[in-house]
T-cell receptor, first 107, second 115 residues
Framework: DAKTTQPNSMESNEEEPVHLPCNHS???????IHWYRQLPSQGPEYVIH???SNVNNRMASLAIAEDRKSSTLILHRATLRDAAVYYC????????FGAGTTVTVRA | EPEVTQTPSHQVTQMGQEVILRCVPI?????FYWYRQILGQKVEFLVS????????KSEIFDDQFSVERPDGSNFTLKIRSTKLEDSAMYFC?????????????FGSGTRLTVV
């Protein structure tokens, strides 16, 4: 399985942007970059995904490096409800979850 | 917004008993998955299912486990003879396509407690 590397944890203040990095230096040309989050005591929740171009949706933005070896998930204005574990995953017919980044949002 | 529905939300069973966890995937999705998460650990892939067949399974998915799509809407995970170490949250997911083209939608999970 292709692997990703994420920081263990990040802290942010409410209403400030959060930039979550992910390294995936062994990515193949057909791997989609997926982001999911898991709030406490809930199932994983889809956030965003992309292949080569930057992507935006109502939840977040995904910035993909030109060489595709890294990406950044951007939460534009963090709220307390964004406190969760965020997973960056390369999808090759299934999702393989790592430890993710635990995001803490301070009021 | 379409949801993946899982029942029951919590199941307690005695060791050695059979359990069936049920899932209703999103209606126009074609690819179905089961994952599990032992308390405090990572989410682990169990099995993927497409066109009434298992596409891929992990080492965890041994002969004790089976999956079925008995009708056009349900997707089930059966554990034949539960063990204490099967205690975990079990998540069902579905997707409209494969190879990562579409995102996955997960259910809220079934907490299985084996006593």
């Amino acid at each position: 399985d292709a692997k990703t590397t994420q920081p263990n944890s990040m802290e942010s203040n409410e209403e400030e942007p959060v930039h979550l990095p992910c390294n995936h230096s062994t990515i193949s040309g057909t791997d989609y970059i997926h982001w999911y989050r898991q709030l406490p005591s809930q199932g994983p929740e889809y956030v965003i995904h992309g292949l080569t171009s930057n992507v935006n949706n109502r939840m977040a933005s995904l910035a993909i490096a030109e060489d595709r070896k890294s990406s950044t998930l951007i939460l534009h204005r963090a709220t307390l409800r964004d406190a969760a574990v965020y997973y960056c995953i390369l999808n090759d017919y299934k999702l393989s979850f790592g430890a993710g980044t635990t995001v803490t949002v301070r009021a | 917004e379409p949801e993946v529905t899982q029942t029951p939300s919590h199941q307690v069973t005695q060791m050695g008993q059979e359990v069936i966890l049920r899932c209703v995937p999103i209606s126009n999705h074609l690819y179905f998955y089961w994952y599990r998460q032992i308390l405090g650990q990572k989410v682990e892939f169990l099995v993927s299912f497409y066109n009434n067949e298992i596409s891929e399974k992990s080492e965890i998915f041994d002969d004790q486990f089976s999956v079925e799509r008995p009708d056009g809407s349900n997707f089930t995970l059966k554990i034949r003879s539960t063990k204490l170490e099967d205690s975990a949250m079990y998540f069902c997911a579905s997707s409209g396509g494969t190879q990562g083209i579409y995102g996955y939608t997960f259910g809220s999970g079934t907490r299985l407690t084996v006593v």
